[in-house]
């Protein structure tokens, strides 16, 4: 017997508010709008909106049930955990690359003498230790963290107003090259990078106490992270340029580092990293989730058993994933996009939603002529 975990709409909130922050705030999205970027995660930040109600509208159609289960009703034993199975190696996938962010961001600020594999197998220990105790407990988490990443986030943008490095001349003009440019970025860059990971809160939203609520709780968070996306990339774009921006790995780090106010206020840099390293760590736990409640899903044994073999592998393919950092955003940046999350953040789940919907339908028509008869 699996025990019922659940999770407040509060907690729903922050943790996908944490989630679409995660490394996006730091990592630079949207460079090909250049200083229209703003422009672009704001149109995508749309489009999140109505892919989160898409999933709910999903998951209302099974009530009580994650995607892995509707899965398996929509397409079968066979098919469904087929399907199921790609889900996993995509969940782990996709945790293994953001562990590999991490861990890449850590030994190039921090740690630089360190191995990337001993930060690698320590936050990967983490995690476990977090996910063996539930995905409540990593709500509760993200509760107490949640005004500290939120506020540091704010207070780097004012402390780099305050050294005087904002030039909004660098915001201009706009739409200089016309629309072309914001919409090249969106698609399927941005559509897919954050917004489109919410996917992993098909497995999470049956979870959430009150699940009719969680819709509006839902979109709430992702308006926010949204504004706060935008807050992020207008400062990287108004302190470095969106030709530095899109040169540098990390360009708000690198726009920290600009920050000197009274000869005492400096390093902030260390700031972005501590909100980055949270909000990674919450991104790798719903992944990793994700992938853990497949397991249980095609097995039937609680994925608690599974916590520390595929926790291992994925901190294993964050390292041979690609031989350095270049090779690993460019492969993020041109392949992983277009032929791994557009089938697995949009096809597939559209898909299912075409086919419930179809049986959901032909269900209430039988049950209205029996009722007639």
């Not at 999770?7 to 922050?14: E, K, N, R």
């Not at 780090?253 to 400096?266: C, G, K, N, P, Q």
Request: proline share 3%; aromatic share 14%; hydrophobic share 55%.
């Amino acid at each position: 017997m699996v025990s019922k975990e659940t999770i407040s709409l509060t907690q729903l909130f922050i943790i996908i508010l944490i989630f679409e922050m995660g490394s996006a705030t730091v990592v630079g999205i949207g460079s090909e709008a250049k200083q229209n970027v703003w422009m672009a995660i704001l149109i995508a930040g749309g489009i999140g909106v109505l892919y989160m109600l898409m999933l709910h509208y999903l998951l209302s159609k099974k009530q009580g049930k994650n995607f892995f289960e509707i899965v398996e009703i929509a397409l079968g034993n066979w098919i469904g955990r087929a399907i199921i199975f790609l889900y996993i190696i995509y969940f782990v996938y996709i945790s293994a690359r953001v562990l590999r962010d991490f861990g890449e961001l850590i030994v190039s600020t921090i740690f630089i003498y360190t191995p990337i594999e001993i930060i690698s197998i320590t936050i990967m220990l983490t995690i476990i230790y977090m996910l063996k105790s539930g995905i409540e407990v990593v709500s509760r988490t993200s509760e107490i963290f949640f005004p500290y990443v939120f506020s540091f986030t704010f207070l780097v943008g004012i402390f780099i107003m305050l050294s005087g490095e904002l030039h909004i001349s660098y915001m201009l003009p706009i739409l200089a090259e016309g629309i072309k440019p914001v919409f090249k970025s969106i698609f399927p860059d941005l559509l897919t990078f954050p917004f489109g990971e919410l996917i992993a809160f098909a497995i999470i939203l049956p979870y959430v106490t009150k699940f009719k609520k969680a819709k509006g709780f839902a979109v709430a968070s992702v308006i926010t992270s949204t504004i706060i996306l935008v807050y992020s990339a207008v400062i990287q774009v108004m302190t470095l340029g969106y030709e530095m921006k899109g040169r540098a790995n990390f360009p708000l780090l690198s726009a920290a580092r600009e920050v000197s106010l009274l000869d005492f206020i400096e390093r902030v840099d260390i700031v972005v990293v501590f909100v980055v390293m949270y909000g990674i760590i919450v991104k790798i736990c719903i992944f990793f989730f994700g992938a853990l409640k497949g397991l249980e899903q095609i097995s039937k044994r609680p994925y608690r058993e599974y916590l520390i073999p595929i926790g291992a592998l994925i901190a294993l393919v964050s390292i041979l994933i690609t031989g350095n950092f270049a090779e690993h955003i460019e492969e993020g940046l041109n392949i992983v996009p277009l032929y791994i999350h557009l089938p697995f953040q949009f096809i597939l789940p559209l898909f299912i939603l075409v086919i419930m919907i179809f049986k959901t339908r032909g269900k209430k028509e039988r049950s209205g002529v029996e009722w007639n008869g």
